[in-house]
């Protein structure tokens, strides 16, 4: 079993639909949750840093946490066209003196005009 | 500007050869990582340093290298021990550690095995 799984996709929505993205995980010592959003043959840029279980909102995405049930989801308001891109979430692991950040497999999202 | 800048965007290896990747930042960051991107299979940590003159394997470490002499750089060897090298290399950076701040990526580099 991996340690965070991601649906692959792809997923495919008309524009200005609500976009929810999920991710679980296995390891409850996971501390920090990020998403990541990688356009085609790109690196990945942050998009949402959150730490406690609950909601964070940056205009049109939120980032929900549920560490009881270890989910979260990354959800996208009135989707774009330029949303189009691949989706990862990513966890950090406490490791002696420092941090392991570990990945999902990615979400690939396509917004249809 | 500042940032982190991975060189060549796309290389070709013969079977057999070593071929090194390049990475450098000018953020003066402490941490530097090295993932292997494959479809579907998301980033996996090759090796990362914390400081200079220091580093450590990730994951997936066999068949690569690194060295790291200099903050700013953190180059990665391919050597011919990686069986299946084809894939999408991506370095990042960050302050310190990944607990609690942002990595930033440079923008990959595509290694294909001819």
């Known amino acids: ?113 | 500007d500042g940032g982190i800048t991975q060189s060549p965007k796309y290389l070709f290896r013969k079977e057999g050869q070593n071929v090194t990747l390049s990475c450098e930042q000018n953020l003066n960051h402490d941490a530097m990582y090295w993932y292997r991107q494959d479809p579907g299979q998301g980033l996996r940590l090759i090796y990362y340093s914390q400081i200079v003159n220091d580093f450590q394997k990730g994951d997936i470490a066999e068949g690569y290298s690194v060295s790291r002499e200099k903050k700013e750089s953190f180059p990665l060897t391919v050597t011919s021990a990686q069986k299946n090298p084809t894939a999408f290399y991506l370095c990042a950076s960050s302050i310190m550690g990944l607990g609690n701040t942002e990595a930033f990526f440079g923008q990959g580099t595509r290694l294909t095995v001819v």
């Open chain 1, 1 to 113: 079993q991996k340690e965070v799984e991601q649906d692959p996709g792809p997923l495919s929505v008309p524009e200005g639909a609500i976009v929810s993205l999920n991710c679980t995980y296995s390891n409850s010592a996971f501390q920090y949750f990020m998403w990541y959003r990688q356009y085609s043959r790109k690196g990945p840029e942050l998009l949402m840093y959150t730490y406690s279980s609950g909601n964070k909102e940056d205009g049109r995405f939120t980032a929900q946490v549920d560490k009881s049930s270890k989910y979260i989801s990354l959800f996208i308001r009135d989707s774009q066209p330029s949303d189009s891109a691949t989706y990862l979430c990513a966890m950090t692991l406490p490791m002696d003196s420092s941090y392991k950040l570990i990945f999902g497999s990615g979400t690939r999202l396509l917004v249809r005009p």
